[in-house]
């Protein structure tokens, strides 16, 4: 299926999400993640500071902000820093994202783990964006182990049609789905 008629699908999809069911997927998914061996053995970790049509990473990160090293990204130009996350220390950037303040960047080499936020994903771990290719470009240079997060609808099961530049996860969750992307 084609990106743009992706980004309709998901979008038309996700106005019908209550408060409730939103809370439920995000719990869902995180207490997944919480399991996983990529995640317990991880200390610095790259999460994604949730808009409202997102998977919240809000009660997560607040869980384990004092227990993990958490960094967020932010929009420079048409790249993407890295800096620490403190709760504090947080002011709202391009696109209406909460980003962390100060000059603090970090290098994505120093980054374990790396969860993902998507317009949708499919089985093979590619994965849809918001079109700005913001991630495509980290991620490019990243070996951190690539989690990505969602709703079971954005797990597209007829596949996702691909371009040179995507870069795959290496594992995707949703509330009913973890799965696990074999390399060749
Ligand atoms: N929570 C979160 N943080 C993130 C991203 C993200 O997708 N989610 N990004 C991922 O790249 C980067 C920021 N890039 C973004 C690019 C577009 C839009 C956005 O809201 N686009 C609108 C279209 C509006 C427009 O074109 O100006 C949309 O998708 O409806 C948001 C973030 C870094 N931080
Ligand atoms: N590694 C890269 N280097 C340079 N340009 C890139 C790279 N990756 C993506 N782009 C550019 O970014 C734009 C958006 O790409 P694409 O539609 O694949 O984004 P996306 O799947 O929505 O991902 P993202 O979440 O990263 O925005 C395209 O014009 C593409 O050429």
Redesign the pocket.
């Known amino acids: 299926m084609n990106?743009d008629d992706i980004r309709r699908r998901i979008k038309a999809r996700k106005t019908m999400l209550d408060a409730a069911e939103k809370n439920s997927a995000a719990e869902k998914v995180f207490s997944i993640l919480e399991k996983t061996a990529a995640f317990m053995l991880a200390d610095r970790i790259l999460m994604y500071h949730s808009l409202p049509d997102e998977l919240s990473t809000h009660k997560f990160i607040d869980r384990w902000a004092s227990k993990k090293h958490f960094y967020l990204p932010r929009v420079n130009g048409v790249n993407l820093d890295i800096l620490p996350y403190d709760e504090t220390r947080l002011s709202l950037g391009s696109f209406q994202i909460e980003e962390p303040t100060g000059d603090d960047t970090t290098d994505i080499n120093d980054i374990e783990l790396i969860i993902v936020p998507?317009?949708a994903y499919d089985r093979q771990g590619n994965?849809?964006?918001?079109?700005?290719?913001?991630?495509?470009?980290?991620l490019?240079g990243s070996k951190a182990t690539k989690i990505g997060v969602g709703y079971d609808f954005q797990l597209i099961e007829e596949g996702i049609d691909t371009?040179p530049?995507?870069v795959r996860m290496d594992v995707v969750i949703t509330e009913s789905h973890h799965i696990v992307i074999r390399r060749k």
């Open positions: 990106k998507a317009v994965r849809v964006g918001r079109g700005k290719g913001y991630y495509d470009r980290l490019t371009d530049h995507d």
